[in-house]
């Protein structure tokens, strides 16, 4: 048993070790000029960040992807939706994004990334995007929402005056990165546990009353011993004899019994079988 133990506190060490480092998660708030990356079903968003004032030999006012990788089976548009917040962590816009829709803030203009491609990739953030009162010196934080896989576009003042939290609320059709973590946990442990009684399944006795024989055994045993006990209690405290059930009255029989002492011999059936 310390060796199982042993294997399932590697399992979950194993399972806790997230596949890619992140400094943000998605619907998290991403200051301005911090790079980090972020990955989803879909794509690998690495090293991004919104470049507010132009620096690494890029052009201020775009969200820069140092790489991003499309890591599915199957070839996709660019696409990410990324909200935009100002220094009170107040929603001013959306930027959804799709290379072969929103071709007038996409540098490289239908682009669809083949599995497994990656390239570097920037993203225009300009006033189409905001609310009418903002402007892009507003922007203190960026937030990915989600990799937009259904390709929208429009929508970018949807959640105007919402924080990060209340966006998540409203968006949060599926579960969150703890919630699936919890589940490989407990994945990880229905699958140890299943190994271990196939192994005493197979290679031991424990369960060797599964293919029913030896319970069959035991319940006709229990059975003969059942029968064993009342046949010792009849032995020992017989039944009383049942009480005969009465078919005559006692008037009738005792008109039978006077009938049967009556003298007969004068009688015409007497005098006939002489």
Known sequence: MKKVGKIIILLLILMTIPVKAA???LKELIPNNVKTTIVTNNFSYQNFYYNEKGNDGHPAEYIIFDNLKNISREALPVS???????ENKKNIGVINHCSTKDEDSNPIKGKVL???EEMSY???VNKIYLADDKTVKDIRYISVLSDNINCRTGGSLEFIGETVEEIGMRRNTGFDNKTLLLFKVLGGLAAVLLVIFLYRFLF???YQNVDGSDVRQGYKQYN???AEER???LKKNPPKPKPKKKVKTDQVIQQEEAAKKEDKTGTDLHNLYK
């Open 23 to 25: 400094n943000y998660d």
């Open 80 to 86: 990410i939706s990324i909200g935009l917040f100002d």
């Open 114 to 116: 083949a599995s497994k």
């Open 122 to 124: 920037v993203i225009a």
């Open 204 to 206: 031991t006795s424990s």
């Open 224 to 226: 003969k011993e059942l």
């Open 231 to 233: 046949e010792r209690e």
